[in-house]
């Protein structure tokens, strides 16, 4: 059935907007980037003689716009992710701010940063981590940072002692934003998550899930270009075999590896193929961000059509990953973006990120099914998602279910949760482990489910300096749905005001089927 629905979705390569922008830097100078003093760990009892107990603190970076602001008006926030800050100006919720009179603000992760900086706690050194800095790095101080940070918005910005709290997140992020509305919904009155991983949880061989995600990536090459996709596999599986039996110079010539470069071994070129193309979908953007062209996805199908032999359609995905300015060129293995691709270090390669997956959130996205574009892979026994294995925290083998009920991220869960609205995009793998099956239903104050085709990773959420309107039609809808999930919620609205208002029964369960069918009704 979802193979039939994506075929329903499928967007053309040739239907793509001629000429897409690319995506510059927002001028961050117009909004300040400051400091909050944030307690390192917000459960601990003081005590002066342990640096992470209560009285311990550091620096939380932030951005805050006020100057739509009106009293009384929501505070839109955004929890950072797996990065270090994005531009508060990258942000859908800047465009909402002058129709909502609100307030804007983002917070940085605990533990990352960038170029600039970073939220790090005393003594934390990214380039130099051992482990034991990150006994702090927990879920609950994680959400109570952002607790803290906009009770203290509440109490010192004038007017907004009594603001709605919005809560946004994305990817891992988006995560956080379920998890905030779920537990912590006296602070935070609605939550938007964009694509969010809410299963397919742990490294068991059990987890029923474990294939969902590259099935989908598998299923939208095969909508995409049916062509491509069958080029690809059987170029990954004469990559396979030429390792096994030790021969890819002779099967491979033309793959065109540097002198050298193949002293580290074929495997690990291999592993930075099947990422590629694994993230090259997932992260098709309409501007230059993962990789250096626009609309990467549509360019590695057009470059695979147009290739001849397996090395050829190989090389597509490393030049991607290599940044490289000269097709021509050797791949050269000890590239170090090439490095990251071959342990699918692509969303994040900072040191916190290896550990929260090590440690509370274990996502399973790996697993590859046979009869896929890829060649079957970790889909028997355990799965290594952790890096580092002195990081696994005591829950990390446990089974799916033991996480979606500690996280309370069941169905039943989320269906009974009110202004909760979760945005999955069709090319993203991910929306095939975040998308719970909820009841159908048009009351915007109840949990909902949206899946926008034609969008990456996330794409829902970037402000219109990044994507102008008019680009792409269904994302110009897409944030229109949203804003009217935000007015609804903080009683600017047309419908009911009664959240708990009767909603249509829904008799046995809801099945995928209907959750997309809505989709269908909303963005047509």
């Not at 940063?113 to 005393?122: E, I, K, M, Q, T």
């Not at 964009?194 to 490294?203: H, K, R, T, V, Y």
């Not at 049916?226 to 075999?241: C, E, G, N, P, Q």
């Not at 550990?355 to 046979?370: A, E, Q, V």
């Amino acid at each position: 059935m979802k193979i039939k629905l994506l075929a329903l979705f499928a967007v053309p390569v040739s239907a793509t907007a001629q000429h897409p922008p690319a995506r510059a830097q927002s001028n961050t100078s117009e909004i300040a980037i400051q400091d909050f003093i944030q307690k390192v760990n917000h459960t601990a009892a003081d005590d002066d003689d342990n640096d992470s107990a209560g009285s311990a603190t550091f620096r939380q970076r932030y951005q805050l716009d006020t100057q739509h602001f009106e009293p009384g008006g929501p505070i839109l926030f955004v929890q950072s992710a797996e990065a270090g800050m994005p531009a508060l100006n990258d942000s859908i919720f800047v465009d909402y701010a002058p129709k909502l009179g609100a307030l804007v603000a983002v917070l940085e992760h605990r533990f990352f940063g960038d170029f600039r900086g970073g939220s790090y706690p005393s003594g934390y050194d990214p380039l130099n981590v051992s482990g034991g800095e990150f006994d702090s790095l927990t879920m609950d101080n994680v959400l109570q940072d952002g607790i803290e940070f906009v009770s203290w918005i509440k109490k010192t910005v004038l007017g907004a002692a009594n603001s709605k709290v919005i809560y946004s997140g994305s990817s891992y992020g988006g995560f956080l934003a379920v998890a905030a509305r779920l537990h912590h919904s006296d602070t935070f009155y609605g939550a938007i998550a964009s694509s969010p991983a809410l299963n397919s949880f742990g490294p068991l061989g059990s987890n029923i899930f474990k294939f969902d995600s590259t099935k989908w990536a598998s299923d939208v090459y095969d909508s995409v270009s049916a062509d491509a996709s069958t080029k690809i596999k059987t170029a990954m599986l004469t990559f396979k075999r030429c390792i096994q039996d030790n021969n890819c110079d002779g099967e491979l010539p033309d793959l065109n590896i540097c002198k050298d470069s193949t002293a580290l071994g074929y495997e690990r070129l291999y592993r930075a193929v099947s990422h590629t193309y694994l993230a090259v979908s997932k992260f098709n953007y309409p501007w230059i961000d993962k990789y250096p062209t626009a609309n990467p996805l549509n360019d590695l199908i057009n470059k695979t059509l147009a290739a001849t032999t397996a090395g050829q359609v190989l090389r597509v995905p490393l030049l991607a990953a290599s940044w490289a300015s000269n097709e021509s060129v050797c791949i050269n293995a000890f590239n170090s973006n090439v490095s990251r691709a071959s342990v699918g270090d692509i969303e994040s390669s900072q040191p916190a990120w290896t550990y929260i997956g090590c440690n509370y959130y274990p996502i399973n996205d790996l697993s590859i099914p046979s009869d896929n574009v890829l060649p079957e892979a970790y889909a028997r026994g355990p799965v290594d998602i952790c890096l580092n294995s002195a990081w696994q925290s005591k829950d990390y083998g446990r089974e799916n279910e033991y996480f979606l009920q500690k996280y309370a991220i069941t169905n039943d869960f989320l269906d009974t949760t009110d202004k909760l609205l979760i945005v999955q995009n069709q090319y993203d793998r991910t929306a095939a482990i975040g998308s719970p099956i909820l009841t159908v239903t048009d009351m915007l104050n109840h949990s909902r489910v949206i899946l926008v085709d034609g969008t990456a990773h996330a794409e829902d959420t970037v402000s219109e300096a990044i994507e102008p309107r008019g680009l792409k039609p269904q994302m110009d809808q897409i944030r229109d749905i949203k804003l009217q999930h935000i007015k609804e919620w903080i009683g600017r609205g047309n419908q009911t005001q009664d959240s708990a208002a009767t909603l249509v029964s829904v008799h046995g369960p809801v099945h995928m089927f209907n959750v997309l069918l809505l989709i269908l009704l909303v963005l047509l």
